[in-house]
């Protein structure tokens, strides 16, 4: 069900996709799939909320509109990060039926294969967008080449991270470690958490002056 390497090739698919309609669309194949695209979809669409956020010439409104949808599309990835987690914990039972896949005395793996595949996406963005940066043509050498060397330091990464997910994969299926569901369990949504939200009045200064 989780296959690293075509997770990778799933986010390098869509970015290119997403920025241009007249590329093939990414192939997905079953359910879990499209779930890892929706994923990275949020990711993606919170990347370029960010950058509109950051624009210098962007006014007061605009850029508290930008906000209000940063924070929506953070939860909404954050949701979908644990939805994976969720959908591999089934897999997991269903393949071993009987067998407990996760062992309590296993070793606890600390992150989730939903946070590195999330950490995946996020390095698919950053390497599209390096990429670009390599090829700029308002751009000088120097900047090219600094960023073929970022390039480069973000693709290891990635493999880095890839290979310990495949390995965290076989080795929770094998009973040799195991992993939590970690709700995220964000506040500054909810209307009951957020004192801003249910109207509890500011002490002290204001942060924003």
């Known amino acids: 069900m989780l296959n690293a390497a075509h997770i990778t090739l799933l986010h390098d698919q869509a970015n290119t996709y997403w920025h241009n309609s007249y590329a093939p669309p990414p192939g997905t194949r079953n359910s879990f799939e499209r779930l890892i695209l929706e994923q990275h979809r949020a990711n993606f669409d919170l990347w370029h909320r960010e950058d509109d956020a950051r624009d ?3 006014g ?3 850029i508290a509109a930008c906000k209000r949808t940063i924070d929506k599309l953070n939860q909404r990835r954050n949701d979908l990060a644990e939805r994976i ?3 591999l914990m089934d897999h997991a039972l269903q393949l071993l039926e009987s067998a407990p896949p996760q062992p309590e005395t296993a070793p606890l793996h600390s992150e989730t294969p939903g946070l590195m595949i999330d950490r995946l ?4 963005l950053k390497i599209f967008h390096t990429e670009e940066e390599t090829r700029r043509k308002d751009a000088d050498t120097d900047h090219h080449q600094r960023n073929r060397e970022r390039l480069e330091v973000l693709l290891e990464q990635r493999g880095d991270l890839a ?3 495949a390995i965290l994969w076989s080795e929770v299926l094998a009973g040799q470690r195991r992993f939590k569901l970690y709700r995220q369990l964000k506040m500054y949504n909810d209307p009951a958490l957020n004192p801003v939200l249910y ?3 500011m002490v002290g200064p204001d942060p924003c002056i």
């Not at 996406?121 to 698919?124: C, K, V």
């Open 121 to 124: 996406s996020i390095l698919a």
């Open 56 to 58: 210098p010439m962007s």
């Open 60 to 62: 007061d409104q605009a």
């Open 199 to 201: 109207g509890k009045p």
């Open 85 to 87: 987690d969720v959908a």
């Open 163 to 165: 290979s310990c997910l």
